[in-house]
């Protein structure tokens, strides 16, 4: 799982090394050289696991979408927020938290803390 986008849809083979990565970031971080960069791409969909082609200069709407399986791969990338906490006295805790948004998804509950009123 990328640390750097948190909704990669898709993998990505660098043609530099040949080894899979889920974005450039990850590819830095284990990788003495820079991605080589191509107008042709090959991606592995996370959902259906297979392997496609996009070239990028030719790159349409349609080509958002696993040609397999239909996912959505092509979107903005969601990135990790930092949390600050700030100790106070005693176990007082004051956090001003900037969440996941897969965390805040499943925070959610029917009534999110409101009064029912009729």
Known sequence: M????????????????NKWFDCADCHREVS????????E???ACKKCKKVFRKTISTFEEADEYCPHCD???YLEA?????K???ELDGDERLETLMLDPRQKRLD???YDGQEYEQ
């Open 2 to 17: 990328c640390k750097h986008i948190l909704n990669t849809q898709v993998s990505i083979r660098a043609k530099c090394c």
């Open 32 to 39: 003495d050289h820079d991605i080589y960069k191509s107008d």
């Open 41 to 43: 791409m090959i991606f």
């Open 71 to 73: 996912n959505h791969y």
């Open 78 to 82: 969601v990135k990790p927020q930092p």
């Open 84 to 86: 600050i906490s700030i």
């Open 108 to 110: 959610k509950s029917m």
